[in-house]
T-cell receptor, first 118, second 111 residues
Framework: GAVVSQHPSWVICKSGTSVKIECRSLDFQATTMFWYRQFPKQSLMLMATSNEGSKATYEQGVEKDKFLINHASLTLSTLTVTSAHPEDSSFYIC??????????????FGPGTRLLVL | SQKIEQNSEALNIQEGKTATLTCNYTNYSPAYLQWYRQDPGRGPVFLLLIRENEKEKRKERLKVTFDTTLKQSLFHITASQPADSATYLCALSDSWGKFQFGAGTQVVVTP
């Protein structure tokens, strides 16, 4: 149980285009989802916290107009990288917390999405 | 500012030995400390969680200790196997469930 999927697993796009990444909790309802990015050999950096039915909370330094987050249902959150540039190339990972249970104890991570912007 | 430090150098260890990884933190009072495994190109996989009022936790061949005075956690893999080769991440979370990750330590277990 507690499986989180991401789609696509990798994407290559041209500079200036927008890319949407989906994060789904497959067998549980997720009140909260988190979006991270990770550069090679670096730690996961939290970008934003996404709560179902409300606006996402962005970390300092993360442009909310650049990284649009929508948490439309208890099983789906999307991250859209708008007008992508080469510096947005990274590994994007989402995690999800169940609606019940301790938020701190149960974050389940997706497999990640590799984005390459040419 | 809050910092989480893990050994940046890879830990090379022979199969069967115990691997010990360190996670130190500063300017943080975590409610929970967690360890994850991450394979190349994959998302982290949860291994163990330890609470601030716990000293030690075990799960199969894994053991975690948590010393809030030293602000340090140790992660042990006993009887290591080549399949244990991966990067291991330490993560701290506060009572609101917000996570902060260390950069991870790569473990290489050779037969």
């Amino acid at each position: 149980g507690a499986v989180v999927s991401q789609h696509p697993s990798w994407v290559i796009c041209k500079s200036g285009t927008s890319v949407k990444i989906e994060c789904r909790s497959l067998d549980f309802q997720a009140t909260t989802m988190f979006w991270y990015r990770q550069f090679p050999k670096q730690s996961l950096m939290l970008m934003a916290t996404s709560n179902e039915g409300s606006k996402a909370t962005y970390e300092q330094g993360v442009e909310k107009d650049k990284f649009l987050i929508n948490h439309a249902s208890l099983t789906l959150s999307t991250l859209t990288v708008t007008s992508a540039h080469p510096e947005d190339s990274s590994f994007y990972i989402c995690s999800a917390s169940p609606a019940a249970g301790d938020l701190q104890e149960t974050q389940y991570f997706g497999p990640g999405t590799r984005l390459l912007v040419l | 500012s809050q910092k989480i430090e893990q050994n940046s150098e890879a830990l090379n260890i022979q199969e069967g030995k115990t691997a010990t990884l360190t996670c130190n933190y500063t300017n943080y009072s975590p409610a929970y400390l967690q360890w994850y495994r991450q394979d190349p190109g994959r998302g982290p996989v949860f291994l163990l969680l330890i609470r601030e009022n716990e000293k030690e936790k075990r799960k199969e061949r894994l053991k975690v200790t948590f010393d809030t005075t030293l602000k340090q956690s140790l992660f042990h893999i006993t009887a290591s196997q080549p399949a244990d080769s991966a990067t291991y991440l330490c993560a701290l979370s506060d009572s609101w469930g917000k996570f902060q990750f260390g950069a991870g330590t790569q473990v290489v277990v050779t037969p």
